[in-house]
């Protein structure tokens, strides 16, 4: 019984004296025995972590109401809103926590994205990108329709007579953003008078209603050095503000103007005029933003804590300097920087393998891994790993609280 | 309606005159609909696989059974089985199809997709990988309980031995074969004396059946250039058949020598003792194989032909050079080489975005797109990449014939 009088020393270690053990050997969940706990009002039975069958997609709560805290107070000190991105966490449960805290809205990437937050209650979304095709207008126009508050973004004027028309069709005023591009020239429409030019057809046209811009600078956000990124982020967006202002002067109702992201959550209220910032990674973090340094921490970004990993399962321990573990490329992605192994030194982890993680062991490694312990790395990118998911385990110490959904898992369309 | 001009033009081309056009701006199908036609036996809609709402995942069912036809043959001419790895395609339908076809059974990466593969009908499995938990032990028995062509692997003596004691428990006798570690020190127990005597530890224990061995060598698949793959896999496959051998002096009932793979399917017949093949990449090729070049094509790996797309609409194209598709690292991951648009030239794809793909022009594109215009990419590694989705659509020239549950997506555990 080695395995288990292990996994219970790091048990205790971690979650202290009180709390339950249940031994490794005994029992163990899977994803489905976890569900159907949760869906029946079983947690009760205080599962630890340790218990679960691995690849599982774990937060830390105690980790995750810190940052969503810490989020608020800062948006509520610097004068500016937050408009969490869903993207990140597909996770409605999460987006009412951050709505709770009080966000003015969530920002979806896509519409199914949008239904699936609205289907889960919320009820104000700002749609970031444009839908073109008859099959996504229809889809976003049928949102808009019974969600008054959703918003959808367009960043073309054909695009915007298409919404119009969709609109119009069904009876209703749709309300839109303009996408403005930063400089990044992957969706938006210039900085300027193109952007003018737009809001003012789209505030012209009978199925909607302007209610402002966004303008995310998706290239700031990893820029490494706080100081780096702050000035390559003001300097940009000044443009943005020109464009901001140009729409103000010209008599159009811009009470949106959204943008940037986690890296730069602390610099936006900085650029004029915006009014809130589409923050998504915060809740997770991870080991690309950790990479980039923060304000006070110049080597690790440490504004926000790592509250996402994913557990993990060894599989083999044969040989010499490296074992074999059961989170590979589905269950980590191959993003880099790799994902770190937590509470641990002096080893390094790769996910490359589409089926296997592997443990590599330096020279002064903190433990040495046997087959059946488990462990948990630090994600590499909180989005696409997420993605990947169908549910999350919610932890509180070492027992898990609750199972929630990813409602919006695989949601690319 | 340019873009339902071009559409058609696109339509026709790929489809020959007689193919049934309906127009993009009329209609489109979201992949629920498409689900519930199919569910309802409705497919003679006929939708053209250019309504589908993107991004979605393609399958061309004329390469695919060309592919699964030309492994078939192959395999019988050289003598050997194939047992295909469904850690590929997670889609039952596939496994049947490759069922069909002679294969003497499937081999699955995790439990959960062995499961998968047992309730759509599957009833020949062989786990390739260890389960060392006692909640992945205690699945792997109850599959074994329902399932008597279910055969798992095992790598260490302990683990065995806990198989065993799970197997009598349940009052069955469970098939085991001896996973060996070709030299890539990921999973199995190394060559010779240590497999010998884990293959006579499981011949003895009582709730274990013997059944042969696996030697599976992940490092072979992608070596460029068919001479040098040839020989390195040859050499390294000699330590594998002397194992074999051991085991065949010993009295062991060795009948199954399982291994090799796409990238070695025309190699592995020559190694000594083997009974089949572990192919799985073949029925979809992917810009990964495409790159390591074959026997006859040093250029391409064109043995197979690449059946699997991701389609994709433009949402951008006011940037020069350049334009913004809906299909990023979420839709595509980031596996390298990146994406390859099928029948263009003069241009590059990149899914670094997790929300968005890139369309790169060169100096002599052969088109350029326009907002709203679909595309199909051959996927870069297509194991990680049909993970990502639910559904694949079955297309016969433009026809989308079927709708296609990927039944194990996601299951990582």
């Known amino acids: 019984m080695k395995n288990s009088s292990i996994s219970r020393r790091r048990f205790l270690q971690a979650s202290g004296a009180a709390a339950i053990w249940i031994p490794t050997s005994a029992r163990g969940y899977t994803s489905q025995e976890m569900r159907d706990f949760y869906a029946n009002g079983e947690m009760s039975v205080n599962v630890s972590k340790w218990e679960l069958d691995t690849p599982a997609l774990c937060v830390d709560l ?9 989020m608020a107070s800062t948006m509520s000190t610097n004068g500016i809103a937050s408009r969490p991105h869903a993207k990140t966490h597909k996770c409605p449960t999460i987006a009412h926590m951050q709505m709770d805290r009080g966000s003015v809205g969530i920002c979806t990437a896509k519409v199914s994205e949008a239904e699936a937050m609205f289907l889960s209650g919320i009820d104000q979304i700002l749609n970031t990108t444009g839908n073109v095709t008859p099959t996504k207008i229809n889809r976003a126009m049928n949102l808009a329709q019974q969600c008054p508050g959703f918003i959808q973004a367009t960043d073309s004027q054909p695009n915007a007579r298409l919404l119009s028309e969709a609109a119009v069709a069904k009876g209703i005023i749709a309300d839109v953003v303009v996408d403005v591009d930063p400089g990044i020239r992957r969706t938006g429409t210039p900085f300027g008078q193109s952007a003018l030019q737009l809001a003012q057809l789209v505030d012209q046209l009978p199925g909607l209603r302007f209610r402002g811009m966004l303008c995310y600078d998706a290239a700031a956000q990893h820029v490494v050095g706080f100081q780096t990124r702050k000035a390559q982020t003001l ?25 940037g992201g986690t890296g730069t959550y602390n610099i936006d209220h900085d650029t004029v005029g915006m009014t809130d910032v589409q923050v998504g990674s915060y809740v997770f973090m991870d080991a690309q933003y950790m990479s980039i340094g923060g304000e006070q921490d110049a080597e690790v970004y440490s504004d926000f ?58 020279d002064d490694p903190s433990r040495n891994y046997k087959v059946g312990e488990k462990l948990e790395v630090i994600v590499s990118h909180c989005d696409p790993v997420v993605n990947l998911y169908d549910q999350m385990y919610a932890i509180r110490g070492d027992v898990v609280e609750a199972v929630w959904p990813i409602s919006a898992r695989g949601m690319s369309a």
């Open 235 to 259: 300097e940009r967006m000044v443009q943005a503000t020109d464009t901001f202002n140009l729409m103000n002067a010209s008599g159009l109702n811009t009470e949106i103007f959204s943008g």
């Open 62 to 70: 105690d980790l995750l109401e810190g940052n969503l805290d810490k």
């Open 305 to 362: 804590a790592t509250s996402l990993t994913v557990m993990t399962t060894v599989l083999n321990d044969q040989y010499e300097g490296r074992a074999t573990s059961d989170a590979g490329a589905k269950a980590c992605t191959i993003n880099q920087p790799w994902p770190i192994i937590k509470g641990e030194s002096g080893m390094t982890y790769r996910s490359g393998s589409d089926e296997f993680g592997t443990i590599l062991y330096g």
